[in-house]
Every structure is written in C-alpha cells, then in structure tokens.
C-alpha cells in the first residue's frame, strides 16, 4: 500500500502545461444485481468477487493490485482520491476496492456510483489508442461478466447521465489566458455545441483556483463512442489553439503585470511560512506560465508537476507523519516542503 501512496503517477511527469491530464471512464454495472444504491451488502461482497474472478482470467489482469477502502484510513483514502482525482470514494466505504496496475495510468473501481467504472488516464494526444485500450479490458471483461444492458438504452446505469455508452471523457485543462481576458465564455459556448461542458476544477467565492478547468461529455447517450471521442478531439483542439493565443495576447496587453505576477508567485513560493491549497495553486499557475513565456527555468516544471499532488492534505500529512494536526500546522509544512523541493532545482 505504502508503494502507491507515495508514487506518482506515469502522467504526472509527461503533462504538458496547457493540457494537463486525459481521462477516459466507463460505467458499467451487472445485470441481476440492484443497482448500488439499493444493494445489501452481499450484493456489495459479490460484485468485487466477480471482478476479482474476471481479471484474474485475463492475461494482464495479474498486474492490477487490490486495495480495499475500508482498510484506509482517513488519510490514506484522501491520499488516493487526491492521487487519482476520484471525488465519489469515502474513507471506511464498505466493499469498495481500488484494482490499479503499476503506471497508475488503468483501474477499476467497484461500487461507487455504479457497480464498476474503468479508468485510463493519459496525456498523449492518441485519444484513440488509449480508448481502445480501455476498451480492450472493457471487452474481456465484458466475456466474463454479464453485463446490464438495453438493446434501447445501451448500458444500464442510475444515472441517466451514464447511460448509454456509459462513456466520459475529460480533459484537465490550465487556462490562465483564457480566464485572465474573461473569455471562458466562449469556450463555453463553443463546447455546449458538441455536448461538453466547461467547469472549474477548483473555486472558492467565485475565484477559479489555480486556473485550472474539466472539460467533459455532459452525456454518455445519444451519441455513439466515435462521435464522442471525435468531438472530443475537435473541442480539445480549439481549446489549445485558444488558449495559446489568449497567452501571447494577454502578455502583449500586460507585459508588466504578468512579470510583476510571476515573479511575485516566485517569491512568495521560496519565502513563505504558511501556504494553503487555495494560494498555492494560484502561486503554481503563476509559476506554469512564468515558464511558458521563458522566465522560469523550464526544469522547474517537472517539480511543479510533482508538488501540484505532494501539497495536497492527505500526501503532505502522510508524508510528515502529522495526520492529527490542524490545518494551520500542516500549512507550515506545505510552505517548508515547497522550499525545500524549489531549492533542489538551483
């Protein structure tokens, strides 16, 4: 277990600076079997079983490892979620188990909001290939478990949303540009035309956090999953073309200011004594682009990359041993761990 709380992610490292992370997810549930919100606990028992059954028939099904949430503790769940951006898992969740291979990159999750959802992250501009991956360990599974499915409506899933397909695709997107001209509204706009949305990742007080923004299907029917990824691909292209050029735009209008706020973020980053999540998200995307227009080091991405996870509550307490502590004390620590990391880099 130790091993995965404290190992990063392949895609942590190869992320670009625009587009940080691909998500594909599947939902799919079992057919004879309530849908989770109404399961007895032996339904609960049964479908990890099943799973367990089906990927120890499958060839590289031996490369996923099991962790069971409900010997987590707190922070140890929170560590997961936060590694993994996995919002619908709590700590001591009954019959809920992680199957999550080396890379960190493909895994399963049984009963959360249906009875399994599959997961492939990436940042390869292939979203083909790394669909049909998913979809290749969708398929042998689907030869060994009996799925619920409508000739109809697709995949079965108590949420219409899921339905369908049961396809989500997602992008986590870094737009400082775009939100800095307050043109997120076009962005907005223009992917509600292919059935996506745009939304803050993080925001406290109508303040988008760290610039930082999902892009995702609102629905996983209607639509077959061709259409779906090929829209995908065509918002995602836009959105990168707008954003570059939201940057240079911006940097021709403010060149002072945006220096003014790099370097201040820089400072701020290397003399701190206490920083929250909220700050130092706002100070990492002042740093991202700092690098983007040249005035950072660009070796100072990798560990910005690495910090964007190893700041976050549940890493930070793990790490120092302080799962007890209050907010303020661990917001101590973020500051000094910060340093420490930036001082390696020179």
């Known amino acids: 277990m130790n091993k995965i709380l404290f190992k990063f992610p392949v895609w942590v490292e190869q992320a670009s600076d625009i587009i940080l992370q691909y998500r594909i997810r599947l939902s799919r549930n079992l057919e004879n079997v309530p849908f989770v ?33 409900s010997q987590q503790s707190f922070w140890e769940t929170e560590c997961i979620k936060e590694k993994l951006y996995l919002n619908d898992i ?21 009963n959360s909001k249906d009875h399994i959802r599959l997961y492939q992250y990436f940042v390869s501009d292939e979203i083909n290939t790394f669909y049909q991956k998913i979809d290749e360990l969708d398929n042998q599974l689907c030869k060994r478990l009996n799925y619920a499915y409508h000739r109809t409506f697709g995949y079965l899933s108590p949420q219409i949303i899921n339905t369908g397909t049961g396809l989500k695709i997602s992008a986590l ?10 043109r997120l509204k076009d962005l907005i706009s223009m992917a509600s035309k292919y059935n996506f949305i745009l939304r803050s990742m ?20 209607g639509f077959n999953e061709e259409t779906i990824i090929s829209n ?10 707008f954003e570059k050029n939201n940057r240079l735009e911006l940097f021709d209008l403010h060149q002072d200011q945006i220096k003014d706020k790099i370097f201040r973020a820089w400072g701020i980053l290397n003399n701190s004594y206490m920083l929250n999540v909220n700050e130092t998200y706002n100070l990492f995307s002042a740093i991202r682009l700092g690098i983007f227009f040249r005035l950072i080091n660009q070796n100072i991405l990798k560990i910005i990359k690495r910090l964007s996870i190893m700041v976050l509550p549940g890493h930070l307490r793990l790490h120092y041993g302080i799962t007890n502590s209050t907010t303020e004390f661990v917001d101590k620590y973020r500051a000094e761990y910060i340093k420490q990391e930036l001082k390696k880099a020179g």
């Not at 079983?49 to 996923?64: C, W």
């Not at 997107?173 to 307050?182: E, I, M, Q, R, Y």
């Not at 303040?207 to 029917?221: Q, R």
């Open 202 to 221: 993080l925001s406290f007080d109508k303040e988008k956090i760290g610039n930082l923004f999902i892009l995702e299907n609102e629905f996983s029917y």
């Open 90 to 110: 709590h700590v001591k969740d009954q019959n809920k188990i992680l199957f999550i291979n080396d890379d960190m990159d493909s895994f399963i999750v049984t």
């Open 232 to 241: 995908f691909a065509k918002v995602i292209d836009y959105v990168y073309e």
């Open 37 to 69: 919100h109404k399961t007895e606990m032996i339904d609960l028992y049964n479908v990890n079983l099943e799973v367990k059954n089906a990927l120890a028939k499958i060839e590289y099904g031996q490369d996923f490892h099991n962790i069971e949430f």
């Open 173 to 182: 997107l870094h737009l400082p540009g775009t939100n800095f001209l307050s």
